[in-house]
């Protein structure tokens, strides 16, 4: 078994094939290994460019004229990631707001949808803004917050939501569930699936 040093890395990194998408990106500290991608990644060097094209050749001289082929925008853009990254059809898809105001947005709108459901269930291992946005409706609407426990070992191995789990907290009385398809920390995947299907034989919606 070969030891791993810094220079077998190094070597490993000038053979993987993949190794020249780096010189995309600005980075103004080589020697540090950024690995917070989900958060914020790296600026890629043609978003500089786009976005300056943008401001020089369409905002600049177009200005409120712009907005007669900008309105789409946010479709177009959604297309673009739902065939090329989700397998999604046209129209499934919008590129629009922030994934929180996206996220406060729909749930919401679900628990509007289920006007005399007092109920919402989320998971204490879920995105922390996620749990702060179903708090805060809860509060906002009256309703009860269950949050189940995936961090106890005892009760979930490595934060997995089962069926099984969810179906103890599961009654006519709830309105929303909210889950992760993979759990941010632990990487554990859900049977989304058989949750969806669990959650919509309950009347409730699932987001």
Known sequence: MTSMDRSVALSLDEEDPLHHFKKQFVVTDPEMCYLDGNSLGRLPHA?????????????????????GHWVDEAQ?????????????????????????????????????????????????????????????????????????????????????????????????????VSLEVVQYRSGARQNIKAINDLVKSHGALML
């Not at 978003?47 to 907005?67: R, S």
Request: net charge negative.
């Open 47 to 67: 978003t500089v460019k786009a976005i300056n094209d943008f401001l020089t050749h369409e905002w600049g001289p177009e200005v409120v004229t712009g907005w």
């Open 76 to 176: 177009s853009a959604g297309d673009l990631i739902g065939r090329s990254a989700l397998g999604a059809a046209a129209g499934q898809v919008l590129a629009c707001d922030t994934t929180s105001v996206n996220f406060y947005q729909l749930a919401a709108a679900a628990i509007r949808a289920r006007p005399n459901r007092k109920t919402i269930i989320i998971d204490a291992a879920n995105f922390p803004t996620d749990r702060y946005i179903m708090q805060g409706l809860a509060e906002q609407h009256g309703l009860t917050l269950i949050t189940i426990n995936n961090e106890d070992e005892a009760i979930a191995t490595n934060e997995l939501i089962t069926p099984e789990l969810l179906a103890k907290y599961l009654s006519d009385d709830v309105a929303l």
